[in-house]
């Protein structure tokens, strides 16, 4: 999913999950900077990626993937994308569409 910086969706790219499908790289929080982490992505093939609180950090910071992640909590409002209900990805993509339809229609324009 791409999302503007309100969360609004921009682009939605659902697969079906097979066993050709993998994940190359994560992104972690910094709590997953350890030994024990780092090996188990290994045995997968999978990179960690550690996102890292800024160095200088006064108050609350938002990290970028935050936003994404707001973005997947609203769509969480609607009952239907709440479990996987769907076989077909295309039905699952149009729910989604319908759902940010939903949620854009609802937030003011400033």
Known sequence: MAVDPLGHMLA??????SDD???DVAFVDQGYTGERAAKAAAAHG????????PEAKRGFVLLPRWVVERSFAWATR???LVKDYERCAETLRDLHLIAFICIMLKTPLT
């Open 78 to 80: 609607f009952r239907r």
């Open 46 to 53: 999978i990179e960690l990626e550690v996102v890292k609180l």
């Open 12 to 17: 939605l790219h659902v697969t079906p999950a």
């Open 21 to 23: 499908e993998s994940v």
